[in-house]
């Protein structure tokens, strides 16, 4: 009785039951069925395996490449690349290294760098973890946080890995990457490691990121407590190398309050080349450098050194020393690079007017070279003033782009006949995630003369107008 | 049919240190017969070996030198000649397991110490810690900053377990990680002496400086030296060539220093050209990018090196990881990563699998390392090169530790086991280790290295080497290959040798667990618990001695370690110092977990 009473009360209940337990029955059934029917089916015997391994025939491990490309033929350098180099036996004046406060060849960094050999040797034979630190690295980091006005700082071995793996050290499977669509190589391969969704926004287009930004917003809203632990980053450059802007920092940080999203900058292009004191992009807006969540940047260019660095809070700077694949995996920075930098870093502390000067010659080499090119088929990319480099392109814009490219490399092979060094910029095309307009890359350095820069412009004007 | 479709029987760890230590010259007492099928298999494995015997005798590198004791190679040699095929100077590779009660009470520590870590974490919560210095999330910085509560909410950072770890597991044994140097990392270096009063959040540095032995540093053929040649010539360079270049090879130019080295390397290892590149880790990062792609099948050995595991996944191959020291029998076992098949379903999509893959397949590459940094084993090249043949794989090998420190002259693994650098396909190794530099190189078929230089993202984006760096490398490895004139290289590469093989039987003798083949200057000594690295690690330096103690998550969970990496730089009364220093600290922490130190016992091992 009570039974029934039972049934009439739970009816719907017993009877989902019912259903369930048939479905796990029927899959079961299903599972076994199929298994059956794999195991009755014919299988390669060992002879057809070998017959099929046999047929196969794997494609070559890379493609030939042809005797005649620029890769295989590179200039090879004699002696110090300062603005004055001897290319292939010619010298020249250089307008292609990145060496934007003229630091190579520096006597007092040299020194420091000699004296490092004789008393630690070249290499420092380990890993940070494992007897890989030297002092001179403990020096170093110390030194470029309190000039950064961060708490801590970390040093990689190479600036491109650098940013490769500190993307990768914070954003992880499931994350959010907002990236800027001009980024450069080594960012797109970090953001490529992390394995988070990512975004590209338009080049500094600052209603496209807002766009973006919205719409994750709305997602979010959907799900929030989902979205209470997804990560978001903005990763963008302060000078971009590709094309020679700067970032809009104050907007971008607004953005970071206001849709929680962390703030990653690389900094290569633009750390001892833009502020009062060469202290980057942070600096030259005037912004608290705390709000900036990291700063990421090579010692490559503006530092004449190898390596890299990432500066900022403790909290985030210290989680890559167990988890920056390149930081912990990576034998460490040679002491003597360490050395060098560090010196190169105290000079522009001592004489910040070397910063003054690179970024009159900047403002020299904009206006001059927008002069030298007018009537000629190039034009210069518009770009930030204080930018040291310039990227030069071809004005037509319909032109295919092999032709562009022929008519760039016309242009640096006749300037390096008349002693002017100047660089073609090349990318890795297929690899590159967005197409990259051909250009020829004219730097500055705060060293060089006003005279030498007049020459160098007469000469690009004159290639320009000839070709 | 079936039989035939069978995945060959994974062989365990245990079934290959029993098998392994069943060809040395040693009697073992076991109550188990070979199977007959691991019998089959040894036979099949044999013929590289037999093969290359001969070629052996004719390298023994200890009998070209005149000076060498006859007794130390009685030792090794004529005992092993007997049942490794004459094959005199390769030991094989071993992988002891402890008892099963030690493996379980390692899980017991781990859960102790997590325990007594959320334990923490829980008082920190509510503000009985102690040390006020850790500050559970920064973010609330920003808060002040902003002057508002509301706008300070940020996901974290990084996950609950990570930092949980991090703050309280890593940080109590922090002090042997991490430890800075002062000096030269030669055969003794300066550590640089600091203290805590924070539970090692912080370190206060007196300004001293201890002197010590040097275990930690991959400085094999001791070329890390603060004078001599290598270090004028380095010097020297900067006269000449400046530090850095500040552009790309492809853009503003080559240092001719680098472009001098790129030719010796190609010298010194028989291929056609070479290429090199300012950082190891980002040889293997990157390069494997330009070499295969989504069509492409990377079978990758288990225990590879993060850059290798790195670099396979960013180049969107099909990778597959197969057992370390695994038998590398049938295709099975190389396609499906090892035999972790288990159920016939599974089997029989993989045997469609098979089909499939390889008609859609572009390539198999198969990366493995010479020497593996953290097992010190060397691969297995002649049957590695075996199965590539028969599949028509394409062969990675990393000789990062093994380059300059194995071979009669140094150059690597190639020529230990004596085989033809031509099969294999992409030779890569970096300057950080025997070189005592920085950097690495990718060498190879002229067709190979000309696609990576016009495919190398170093060439584009990046600065190429620096010329002391260069210089360096460029000078010992002219002493390795003799062209200085002097047998110095050549001493070099013997006294490591030794160093290595008496080190490693002196520390089986005196009971420890220690991985990988004789002949690996990479010696790790298992210590099983995590709890033990701290006082491996603070023990050995209370005794003057820099040891590397490594846990998870580098190794795997159970398998805690120290690792010594021997140089040609150490005399033998360092080493003796540091095996009596090992002996006492191994006593003391209850590390000898060996059962086979009685076949060592009388044995008179001498260097």
Redesign the interface.
Known sequence: MSLMLFFEQNTLHILLEFVLVGVATWLYVQRRK??AK??R?P????EE?DA??AE??????????PDD????N?????????KEVV?DGKTCL?L????FLGF??NER??TK??QT??????????P????????V??DLEKDLAEFMECEESALY?????TI?SAIPA?AKRGDIIFVDKAC???IQ?GV??SRSTIYWFDHNDMTDLERLLEEQDQRDKKNPKK??????FLVVEGLYANTGRICPLPKLLEFK?KY?V?VFIDESFSFGVLGKTGRGVIEHYGI?P??VDLVMASL??AI???GGFCAG????VG?Q???G??Y????S??P??AT?ANEALTMIKEDPGRVHRLQDRSRALHAGLTEALKGSPFRCREGEVLAPFRHVEVADSSLRKEEKERMLDEVVEKAFEEGI?I??????DE?EAFPIEPSI?VSTQSELEDFELKRALNVIERAAKIV | MVEAIRAPKQPTRKGNAFRIFHKMPFKIHSNKAPKLEDKEKEKESMPPHQENAELLLKYDPLRDLGDCPSSSRKDSGSEASADFNGNRKRSPNEFEQASWITKHSVYLAWLVLLIFAHIREFMRRVGLESNKKVPLELDSQWCRFLGTDQDGHFPPLYSDFESTYTRNCYMRVKDVFERPIGSCPGAKVNVLDRYSKDYNWSFIYPGTQTEVINTGSYNYLGFAQSSGPCAEAAAASIDVEGITTCGQASQTGLPSSQHRLESLVADFLGTEDAICFPMGFATNSLHCTAIADKNTLILSDEYNHASLRLGSRLSGANVKAFKHNGEHEGPREVFEGGGRVREQEEMQTLQQGITKLIQSLLQIIIIIEGIYSMEGSICDLPTIIALKKKYKAYLYLDEAHSIGAMGRSGRGVVEYWDVDVRDVDIMMGTFTKSFGSAGGYIAGSKRLVSHLRRASPTNFYCAPMSPPVAEQIIGSMSIIMGKDGTNEGALRIDRLARNARYFRLRLKQMGFIVYGSDDSPVVPLLIYYPTHCGEYGRQMLARKIAVVVVSFPATDMTESRVRFCLSAAHTKEMLDEVLDAVNVVGDHAFSKHSKKAHLYKNKRIEW
């Not at chain 1, 590179?74 to 300062?82: C, D, E, L, Q, S």
């Not at chain 1, 660089?423 to 890795?428: G, K, M, N």
């Open positions: 199929a298994q794999l195991a089916e299988r390669l015997t060992p395996e099929l391994i196969w025939q794997p494609e070559p491990l890379t493609p030939e490449t490309h620029f890769a295989l590179p200039r090879i350098a004699n002696g110090k690349m300062t290319m250089n292609a290294s990145t060496n190579i060849g960094i040299e760098a000699k050999i004789f008393k630690y040797g070249v290499g420092s034979c380990g940070r973890g494992f007897y890989g630190t030297v002092d690295h403990l071995s190479y600036g491109f890995a490769a914070y450069n190589f080594s391969k490529q490691a979205a209470s632990k997804v990560r978001r309050w929680k962390r608290d705390i709000q490559e260019n004449a050194s190898t809070r403790s909290f985030v989680h020393r167990l988890s694949l390149g912990c995996f990576s034998a920075l040679p003597l690079l060098a060094l660089a073609r910029a090349r990318y890795l690899n890359r």
